[in-house]
Structures are given as structure tokens and as C-alpha cells.
């Protein structure tokens, strides 16, 4: 793949931005639902849907596409707004996120919305789908990738762990894991809660290639995502280090925007913020 | 009599010859492997005993071994089943599907793929291993599960249909199946279908129908003849699918004999007899006895020996069939 030009970047960069400004007008319809976690993951989902993944947002079920699973369900928002903004959907249907009778349930559901891939919420248990499809799909002799999204404090499941087991013992290499280690859990930090440190150690341990990232850095990012693809004995985790609530000062690192929406008020400011990329643009027009 | 539609075993009451019915999965699931390349077979660390070898001789490439793991079991196989295989994952029921629950409900139910949850060593009957392999609480937890089919074979040769049909019904099935050898009562050209329950024995004047599932279904087909000698008449239907449940035979039945006995190696709570009581509640109220584990965990025995302490033996039916004909309103 060529590198990208300044324009793309540019480009790639506005639509993360336009993405979280998506995420919080749907989180303030919604009332209710995740900030952090899909504001950090902003720039990565906007790489995997405009650059990385081989789809066609018209045909969602089209069988050679990749499959991207996500397994910390909680972060949708951020899938959702990407989704519609590459045209799976209009992008004023995110307003209806955690709405009564909407495609966009609090957390995704695989019949309620062509293209989510799964169905995921409870955490652990997205890398061993994601792995089982892997090694269904290799049993075809399919070429497309199978990408699983994973939080970092999800890690603490044991159910992860044995996928881990399975992918590295069956060198799913046509498997790339990408976990978002924002640090951050409901209860507080990842390494006060229970610690995950040392994780590329742990991965390599298990049989993985480990690639790691700044999760902000999109074509850093993309050049993971094409290297994994030169990996043929195992399979790739990318651990990519984000800032939850990436974009809103007041939303960084601070663990307790990982589970509320903010107020109208607060969305407010959130959006101006949004629109003068944190005060790089120098006018802004209320 | 015995229903002649049926084409039942002629020795049905004679000693019949006796099989697990896991070796019935093992057979069937092997068949359905020929059938449909689509088929793949999941155990976790239990090759042998899942009676899992056999398809995994023949197909080694469509045979994956998980190692101890029945949570990862589950999740790969809904990533299969929604690939496009058709995943039989098997462990011993306590673990499969008693660990790995929300695993099944989120990803194979909820998510609507068509994966089947196979629980060998299920019930009591699973004998001297005690009271922790003792799988008495796994249809409650799982036909209270939307999407979720639930099959619990009388016999080997039922298993056998039973694990065929669930290879083409494209829906989440969970199968319950034995460790030990079991009278064999149904013959190749006994009809099988998944959601119908079938009458196995009339009396001409029925007093009491006899819900069974699984195995136990010998005894009470053995308990309906021995009253039926003593001169009560009491019909015997055989309910392999607990969910969805046969609702038209149930209440028929009921309302033909108008008092009920539910057998089942199972807990009382949550099982067949729940399922039964939930329908006739509601559409026609009859007495009914109830035949399983009250509300207790089993211990280290033999088999039979443990049947009958359990209550679960063919006097203990005998016994719950008097006690409703003698609340029958009529």
C-alpha cells in the first residue's frame, strides 16, 4: 500500500473529527450510554472504515467482505457513527441510538443491524467468535481478514484469555486483534483494578505478533493493520494506546466519562470544541 | 397398547437391549458429517467420552479440539455458526451448558446462529462421579432462553434422529444426553420431529397420562403397564422436545385422561414438568404430580441405585400416578 499523501491525512483527520462530533450529539439524544471509550477510539474506527477494511457499505452482507467484530459492545456509538458516516445508514439515524424499536441498540445486536458482524455487550467474548470465524473461514480457503476490536479491561475475562489459547495455537494469521488500552475501566484504572501489564508480553507468550501503536496516529494505525497482513504463522494484536475521550479535554483520561453522556450544556461545548479541533481553528462561528 | 404408528421395539417390556443415548449423537452426528460438509464438531477435552471420536476419525479436519475451555468452546462455535458452519460443541452438560450460560445466550441465542450445545452425562444417572457432574438444573436454564431449542432423547436410536434433525433446523439447539446404557424403545422407522411429542402407550379408558422425557420414559412406560395390569388405565407420552413444547398433544391428552404425572431426571423446579404445569395452568387445569429431584443435589452411587433413592423409580411413579387419579376431578 502507498503511504498516505498529507491529504488523505487530512482528510481521514476531519472525519474522525466530524465522527466524534456524531458520537456526542447521539449520546445526548440517547440520554444514556458510553463517552470515553468511543471518543478514543474515534481515529482508529475512522481508519478501519475509510482505509483499512475491504466492504461496500451498500451491500453489507457481500461474503468476501472483512469482517470487523467488536467485542466491548459498549463503545457502538463509535461504530455506528462510522458506519454512517461511510454510508451504511443516513447519519441523522444515530439519533435514534438506545432507542425503542431503533437498529441502534444500547449495545449491537447482529439481526438489528446489517453489518455489525455480532452481537456483543458482555465482555471476553468477542476474540473467540472473531477466532471461530477465523478458522471457519480458513477452512474455505477465504482470503478476507477477520479484525476484532477489544477494550483493554475486558482482558480480564477469562473467557479472552483461552482465545488468546486457540488463535495462538492455531496461528489464525488471518486474525488481527486491536485493542484499545485507554487505561480506563468503570471502577477506575486498568492497573489499580487488576492489572494487565505486562500485555505485549503476555501476547507474545501466547503465540501473537504484537504490534503497538498510537491509537491517534492514524497512519501509524494503518501501517499495523497492513503489516499484520504480512504475518503468516500467527496471528496480530495491535495494541493501540489511546486517551478515552479523545477530542474533549474535559472528557481525557478521566475515568468516569467512561460509562455517562454528557448534558446538553456540556454537549454544547463539547461540539464547539470539536469544530475548532481543540482551538487549532482560530474562528469559530456559533 | 403400544402405538402401532410408532413401530416401537417388540421387546419394549421384555429387556430390551440398552445403549447410551450419546452414542446416538456419536452416530448421528457422524451421518449428519456425511450429509453436510457443513458440519463441524467442538469438544473440550472430553473426545472419547462426548462420543465425539468417531466423526473426528472420519472428518479430523472439521474435529477441533478446545482443551479445557467451555467458554471459548461456545463463543468459537457462534463465530463458526455465524461464518456459516454448522458447529456441534460437546462437554459434559455441567459445564456445557452450566459454565459457559451467558456465552450461549449472548452469542448463540441472542445472536440467532445456528450453533448446538451438546450436554453428555446429563442427570443423576452420571452415577459415581457425584454430585458436581450431576446436570440436573440444564433444561430449566436453558428453555428459559429465547431462540433456544431444547431436545432430551429417550433413547440411543432418538439421539441419533434427534442430532440429525438439529443439523438441518438451522436454529441454536441445546441436547441433553446420557452417560449410561438405557433400554432402547424406538426402532430406525420410528418417526422422529423436533417440537412433537408422541404417545407411546393408550389405555382404553385413560385415567392419568404419564409426561416423560429421556430415558426415564422406560420406567414409565414399565409403570403404566403394571397399573394397567392392576387394572388403571394410563397413558404414556414421550416429550423429546421440551421447548417448543407440543402444546396441542399436552393439553389433548390431559384433557382425555384429566390427571397428570411428569417424569424427568431432572430438577422439579425449571424442567419438563414446569413446562408442562405452565401450559395446563392455562389452558386446562388438571392435577399433576410431579417426578424428579426435589430441590437437591445428588451424591455418589451407582446409577439405579441412585434412581431410586432420588424417588425416581418405577414404584415412585407408580406411586405419583394413584396420587393423581385420586385428586382427579372426575
Given at each position: 500500500m502507498q503511504p498516505l499523501t498529507d491529504t488523505e491525512?487530512?482528510?481521514?483527520?476531519?472525519?474522525?473529527?466530524?465522527?466524534?462530533?456524531?458520537?456526542?450529539?447521539?449520546?445526548?439524544?440517547?440520554?444514556?450510554?458510553?463517552t470515553a471509550g468511543p471518543l478514543g477510539m474515534a481515529d482508529i474506527f475512522t481508519a478501519l472504515y475509510f482505509k483499512v477494511l475491504n466492504h461496500d457499505p451498500q451491500n453489507p452482507e457481500w461474503e468476501e467482505r472483512d469482517r470487523l467484530m467488536l467485542s466491548n459492545g459498549h463503545i457502538t456509538?463509535?461504530?455506528?457513527?462510522?458506519?454512517?458516516?461511510?454510508g451504511y445508514f443516513p447519519i441523522e439515524e444515530c439519533l435514534t441510538l438506545r432507542k425503542f424499536g431503533s437498529r441502534l441498540q444500547g449495545h449491537p445486536e447482529r439481526e438489528k443491524l446489517p453489518g455489525v458482524e455480532t452481537t456483543s455487550g458482555p465482555l471476553g467474548s468477542g476474540l473467540s467468535q472473531a477466532s471461530g470465524y477465523a478458522y471457519a473461514a480458513r477452512?474455505?480457503?477465504?482470503?478476507?481478514?477477520?479484525?476484532?476490536?477489544?477494550?483493554?479491561?475486558?482482558?480480564?475475562?477469562?473467557?479472552?484469555?483461552?482465545?488468546?489459547?486457540?488463535?495462538?495455537?492455531?496461528?489464525?494469521s488471518n486474525l488481527t486483534g486491536i485493542i484499545d488500552r485507554n487505561n480506563i475501566q468503570i471502577d477506575g484504572y486498568t492497573e489499580q483494578i487488576m492489572p494487565l501489564e505486562p500485555f505485549r508480553e503476555k501476547y507474545e507468550s501466547f503465540g501473537w505478533h504484537v504490534l503497538?501503536?498510537?491509537?491517534?496516529?492514524?497512519p501509524q494505525f494503518i501501517a499495523a493493520c497492513e503489516e499484520a497482513k504480512a504475518i503468516y504463522e500467527k496471528p496480530t494484536v495491535i495494541i493501540a494506546h489511546t486517551i478515552p475521550g479523545k477530542g474533549i479535554r474535559e472528557i481525557e483520561r478521566d475515568y468516569r466519562w467512561h460509562g455517562k453522556p454528557p448534558s446538553k450544556e456540556e454537549a454544547q461545548a463539547f461540539l464547539a470544541e470539536l469544530r475548532t479541533m481543540q482551538g487549532k481553528i482560530a474562528s469559530e462561528h456559533q | 397398547m403400544l402405538n402401532p404408528e410408532l413401530k416401537l421395539k417388540e421387546n419394549i417390556f421384555d429387556h430390551p437391549d440398552a445403549a447410551p443415548t450419546r452414542d446416538g449423537f456419536g452416530k448421528g452426528v457422524l451421518e449428519a458429517g456425511r450429509e453436510d460438509p457443513?458440519?463441524?464438531?467442538?469438544?473440550?477435552?472430553?473426545?472419547?467420552?462426548?462420543?465425539s471420536e468417531w466423526f473426528a476419525k472420519e472428518f479430523p479436519e472439521r474435529f477441533i479440539e478446545m482443551g479445557v475451555a467451555e467458554q471459548n468452546m461456545a463463543t468459537v462455535a457462534a463465530g463458526m455458526a455465524n461464518y456459516g458452519k454448522i458447529p456441534f460443541f460437546t462437554s459434559y452438560a455441567t459445564f456445557s451448558p452450566g459454565r459457559n450460560w451467558e456465552q450461549i445466550r449472548t452469542t448463540i441465542a441472542l445472536n440467532n446462529v445456528p450453533a448446538k450445545v451438546c450436554g453428555m452425562h446429563a442427570g443423576i444417572s452420571v452415577g459415581p462421579d457425584g454430585a458436581t457432574h450431576q446436570m440436573l438444573e440444564d433444561i430449566a436454564i436453558m428453555r428459559a432462553m429465547p431462540n433456544m431449542?431444547?431436545?432430551?432423547?429417550?433413547?440411543?436410536?432418538?439421539?441419533?434422529?434427534?442430532?440429525?434433525?438439529?443439523?438441518?433446523?438451522?436454529?441454536?439447539?441445546?441436547?441433553?444426553?446420557?452417560?449410561e446404557k438405557t433400554p432402547i424403545m424406538t426402532t430406525v422407522d420410528t418417526p422422529f420431529e423436533i417440537g412433537k411429542a408422541q404417545v407411546f402407550l393408550y389405555a382404553e379408558n385413560p385415567q392419568v397420562v404419564i409426561f416423560a422425557t429421556g430415558p426415564l420414559l422406560h420406567?414409565?412406560?414399565l409403570s403404566a403397564k403394571q397399573l394397567g395390569d392392576e387394572g388403571m388405565g394410563v397413558d404414556v407420552v414421550n416429550v423429546a422436545t421440551i421447548k417448543p413444547l407440543d402444546t396441542d398433544t399436552i393439553v389433548a391428552k390431559a384433557r382425555e385422561a384429566g390427571a397428570v404425572v411428569t417424569v424427568e431426571e431432572h430438577q422439579i423446579a425449571g424442567g419438563l414438568g414446569s413446562a408442562i404445569a405452565e401450559i395446563l395452568a392455562q389452558e386446562?387445569?388438571?392435577?399433576?404430580?410431579?417426578?424428579?429431584?426435589?430441590?437437591?443435589f445428588g451424591q455418589s452411587g451407582d446409577p439405579k441405585e441412585l434412581i431410586e433413592h432420588y424417588r425416581m423409580g418405577v414404584s415412585h411413579i407408580k406411586d405419583a400416578v394413584r396420587r393423581a387419579a385420586s385428586r382427579r376431578h372426575r
Open positions: 491525512v487530512y482528510e481521514l483527520t476531519a472525519r474522525a473529527n466530524a465522527i466524534r462530533a456524531t458520537i456526542i450529539e447521539m449520546l445526548v439524544a440517547a440520554g444514556s450510554g458510553h456509538p463509535v461504530r455506528y457513527a462510522a458506519m454512517a458516516h461511510a477452512m474455505d480457503g477465504k482470503k478476507f481478514r477477520i479484525y476484532c476490536a477489544m477494550s483493554d479491561g475486558e482482558h480480564q475475562e477469562g473467557n479472552l484469555w483461552e482465545a488468546m489459547m486457540f488463535a495462538g495455537k492455531n496461528r489464525l503497538e501503536v498510537d491509537g491517534h496516529n492514524i | 457443513r458440519v463441524v464438531v467442538l469438544t473440550a477435552d472430553l473426545v472419547e467420552s462426548t462420543r431449542t431444547v431436545i432430551s432423547a429417550c433413547d440411543t436410536e432418538e439421539a441419533r434422529k434427534a442430532t440429525l434433525a438439529a443439523a438441518q433446523s438451522g436454529t441454536p439447539i441445546y441436547m441433553r444426553f446420557g452417560r420406567n414409565a412406560l386446562y387445569p388438571v392435577p399433576i404430580e410431579y417426578v424428579g429431584v426435589h430441590d437437591s
